[in-house]
């Protein structure tokens, strides 16, 4: 079966050369118009193009602007394969020929520009051309490809959406699920990790209240700017003081608004946060403590009310099923080299992917795979200037079109191979 599945592999990524072409043009499209959570209708009509090109079964609007793509090819396993498709509200720095001038109205009703910035566009031009691979070669593997573009990953409600619009009812429960995501590595490199792979995150905002005065008249007032201020700096000390020092938590305060004018003290004032943690425990021991801090300041400063908190956001932690992992990984490290293929420690960013196995009740599987010039990295840091690699969500994230559009469309093939029956 192991010789089969290589023999498999080599036939079907042979086709990959003639492609770049093509797939380079489309991840390039797929940058200049990129296109907020929920609202990736362009993008989706373009993966759902390429689907039906291929000869899958194609479903589009599945948690509003998701698709599937269902390619049966008789008796065997089936393998879901996913890619997110939404970019951020960011305008981008890196002046390259496809930069993204796009803007757009974000769900507060705020325009902002729009950018490709964690490399979703990259996702989705990979597992466009897995999917036309592995549609050409039938003859060498069976079972059913379940193909799925995510809307709405940075807001964690896309793997949800598409979850409660009934993705495993209405097409398929696959028998595993496997995903990955560019990161600033180098180019060709595979990273992975068994187990719990990447952190919880929680984000929400907390609205503080006082009583606004003329600035000449502090004595009328209740400064609400103060009051959150002394939320912010007593903040920092949850990790310092309240979590173990082998537990990694982190609490980001992101946003801080109150106030219009210099000389107005205003009535309320808002603070938005995030929050990362490892372990379900600690993840609630941190959110009651910044829920105390926040309702002891305001009782502190006499506020006329307590704080009102509105949850943004919420992912779960990411957990790589081991078994699966290692079945998964051993592909990997036989296509591309144990030298490309190496384990990484867990990491603080989020994902909503875990969901998807959860909800099925499925093993699931998530890699990462690099998309910097070795080059480039090489240079800084021969210069001793690592620390200003543009990262996921930088407005100067920009990853290199090759290897890593290759690699990225190989690593969904074999890794899909080793869980497909060979013919």
Same mark, same amino acid.
């Given at each position: 079966?192991?010789?089969?599945?290589?023999?498999?592999?080599?036939?079907?990524?042979?086709?990959?050369?003639?492609?770049?072409?093509?797939?380079?043009?489309?991840?390039?499209?797929?940058?200049?118009?990129?296109?907020?959570?929920?609202?990736?209708?362009?993008?989706?009509?373009?993966?759902?193009?390429?689907?039906?090109? *291929?000869?899958?079964?194609?479903?589009?609007?599945?948690?509003?602007?998701?698709?599937?793509?269902?390619?049966? =090819?008789?008796?065997?396993?089936?393998?879901?394969?996913?890619?997110?498709?939404?970019?951020?509200?960011?305008?981008?720095?890196?002046?390259?020929?496809?930069?993204? =001038?796009?803007?757009?109205?974000?769900?507060?009703?705020?325009?902002?520009?729009?950018?490709?910035?964690? #490399?979703?566009?990259?996702?989705?031009?990979?597992?466009?051309?897995?999917?036309?691979?592995?549609?050409?070669?039938?003859?060498?593997?069976?079972?059913?490809?379940?193909?799925?573009?995510?809307?709405?990953?940075?807001?964690?409600?896309?793997?949800?959406?598409?979850?409660?619009?009934?993705?495993?009812?209405?097409? *398929?429960?696959?028998?595993?699920?496997?995903?990955?995501?560019?990161?600033?590595?180098?180019?060709?490199?595979?990273?992975?990790?068994?187990?719990?792979?990447?952190?919880?995150?929680?984000?929400?905002?907390?609205?503080?209240?006082?009583?606004?005065?003329?600035?000449?008249?502090?004595?009328?007032?209740?400064?609400?700017?103060?009051?959150?201020?002394?939320?912010?700096?007593?903040?920092?000390?949850?990790?310092?003081?309240?979590?173990?020092?082998?537990?990694?938590?982190?609490?980001?305060?992101?946003?801080?608004?109150?106030?219009?004018?210099?000389?107005?003290?205003?009535?309320? *004032?808002?603070?938005?946060?995030?929050?990362?943690?490892?372990?379900?425990?600690?993840?609630?021991?941190?959110?009651?403590?910044?829920?105390?801090?926040?309702?002891?300041e305001a009782t502190a400063s006499n506020a006329p009310r307590p704080p009102e908190f509105r949850p943004l956001n919420q992912f779960p932690i990411l957990v790589?099923?081991?078994?699966?992992?290692?079945?998964?990984?051993?592909?990997?490290?036989?296509?591309?080299?144990?030298?490309?293929?190496?384990?990484?420690?867990?990491? =603080?960013?989020?994902?909503?992917?875990?969901?998807?196995?959860?909800?099925?009740?499925?093993?699931?599987?998530?890699?990462t795979f690099g998309g910097m010039d070795p080059n480039y990295l090489k240079s800084l840091e021969q210069q001793g200037r690592l620390d200003e690699l543009p990262?996921?969500?930088?407005?100067?994230?920009?990853?290199?079109?090759?290897?890593?559009?290759?690699? #990225?469309?190989?690593?969904?093939?074999?890794?899909?191979?080793?869980?497909?029956?060979?013919?």
């Open positions: 079966m192991l010789r089969k599945n290589l023999d498999a592999l080599t036939e079907i990524i042979a086709g990959l050369n003639a492609m770049r072409p093509d797939l380079a043009a489309f991840y390039q499209d797929l940058h200049r118009n990129p296109e907020l959570s929920m609202q990736e209708h362009r993008t989706a009509g373009k993966a759902a193009e390429r689907l039906r090109t *291929a000869g899958y079964a194609v479903t589009a609007g599945v948690g509003k602007t998701g698709v599937v793509g269902i390619l049966d =090819n008789g008796p065997g396993p089936t393998v879901m394969l996913r890619a997110d498709m939404d970019a951020l509200p960011l305008r981008e720095q890196t002046a390259l020929p496809y930069t993204s =001038n796009a803007t757009a109205v974000d769900p507060d009703g705020e325009p902002v520009h729009v950018m490709h910035a964690c #490399g979703h566009d990259i996702h989705v031009t990979c597992l466009s051309g897995a999917a036309a691979l592995f549609a050409r070669n039938r003859d060498r593997w069976a079972g059913r490809l379940m193909m799925v573009f995510q809307p709405a990953e940075e807001t964690a409600a896309g793997a949800k959406a598409m979850i409660d619009d009934g993705l495993f009812d209405r097409f *398929a429960k696959p028998d595993v699920v496997l995903g990955q995501h560019v990161v600033p590595a180098p180019a060709g490199t595979i990273g992975w990790r068994s187990g719990t792979a990447m952190a919880a995150a929680d984000s929400f905002e907390i609205k503080l209240f006082g009583r606004g005065s003329h600035g000449s008249r502090p004595q009328s007032g209740i400064d609400p700017i103060v009051m959150a201020a002394s939320v912010v700096l007593r903040l920092q000390t949850i990790v310092a003081r309240e979590v173990a020092p082998d537990e990694q938590v982190v609490v980001t305060v992101g946003s801080l608004h109150s106030g219009t004018k210099e000389n107005i003290i205003p009535d309320h *004032a808002s603070i938005k946060l995030n929050v990362r943690t490892f372990s379900p425990y600690v993840r609630q021991r941190v959110l009651d403590s910044i829920r105390r801090i926040a309702t002891a790589n099923d081991p078994e699966a992992t290692g079945r998964t990984i051993n592909a990997l490290a036989r296509h591309f080299g144990d030298n490309r293929v190496i384990e990484r420690p867990a990491v =603080n960013a989020s994902e909503d992917f875990g969901l998807f196995g959860t909800a099925a009740g499925v093993p699931s599987v998530f890699w990262v996921n969500h930088s407005p100067l994230f920009a990853p290199a079109i090759e290897p890593t559009i290759s690699t #990225g469309i190989e690593a969904l093939i074999a890794a899909a191979l080793t869980w497909l029956r060979p013919k």
